[in-house]
């Protein structure tokens, strides 16, 4: 069992930047590649952007490229996601979720995870 603790979210204008954290108890963190999705009202969850477990590779969504950075700290047990540029349609939930999947190709969907966070809302106005 793993547990996940998002924190960082808020309410914040376009253009500004937030950080989320997300910490992770109950497994070795290591073992575990980690990905941030996010949930807007009356859509699916997509998936934001993934680390792995293994050589940390990364990967973002077309959305988010060249804004958001996900990171991990091994030590700390935590993943973080580093949101710059914020827009209006960033707003959603964010989730942070763990896998136990290697490679980049098998964290797109988020059935490929097997622990979920309970979320953080971040609000970007206009």
């Known amino acids: 069992q793993v547990q996940l603790v998002e924190s960082g979210g808020g309410l914040v204008q376009a253009g500004d930047s937030l950080r989320l954290s997300c910490a992770a108890s109950g497994r070795t963190f290591s073992d575990y590649s980690m990905g941030w999705f996010r949930q807007a009202p009356g859509k699916e969850r997509e998936l934001v952007a993934a680390?792995?477990?293994?050589?940390?590779?990364?990967y973002y969504s077309d959305s988010v490229k060249g804004r958001f950075t996900i990171s991990r700290d091994n030590a700390k047990n935590t993943v973080y996601l580093q949101m710059n540029s914020l827009k209006p349609e960033d707003t959603a939930v964010y989730y942070c979720a763990s896998s136990l999947r290697r490679l980049v190709v098998d964290l797109l969907r988020p059935l490929r995870y097997d622990y979920w966070g309970q979320g953080t809302q971040v609000t970007v106005s206009s």
């Open positions: 680390i792995t477990r293994s050589n940390g590779s990364t």
